[in-house]
Nanobody
């Protein structure tokens, strides 16, 4: 079992930046695949970014590629999402997700993740 707690959300103007953090407690953090997902009002939860257990491979949704960066610090049990050039369309609740299997087929699929945080609100104003 692992507990995930997100932080760093808030209100920012379009074009600005935020860095989200997700800190985990419980089992060994380096065992986990980690992902960020988001859900806007009235929409389904969607993939944003994910990172492998070693941090050696990352993948991004096309809508955020080049603007967002996912990274992890296994020593601090934390995964980050650096968000630059924020747009109004990025407004959503952002969720951190984790899974401890040795291999997952599709890091972009929310159904691959067993553990979820409570979410942090990101609001981008024009």
């Amino acid at each position: 079992q692992v507990q995930l707690v997100e932080s760093g959300g808030g209100l920012v103007q379009a074009g600005g930046s935020l860095r989200l953090s997700c800190t985990a407690s419980g089992r060994t953090f380096s065992w986990y695949y980690l992902g960020w997902f988001r859900q806007a009002p009235g929409k389904e939860r969607e993939f944003v970014a994910a990172i492998t257990r070693s941090g050696g491979r990352t993948t991004y949704a096309d809508s955020v590629k080049g603007r967002f960066t996912i990274s992890r610090d296994n020593g601090k049990n934390t995964v980050y999402l650096q968000m630059n050039s924020l747009q109004r369309e990025d407004t959503a609740v952002y969720y951190c997700a984790a899974d401890s299997r040795s291999y997952i087929l599709n890091m972009r699929d929310l159904n691959e993740y067993a553990y979820w945080g409570q979410g942090t609100q990101v609001t981008v104003s024009s």
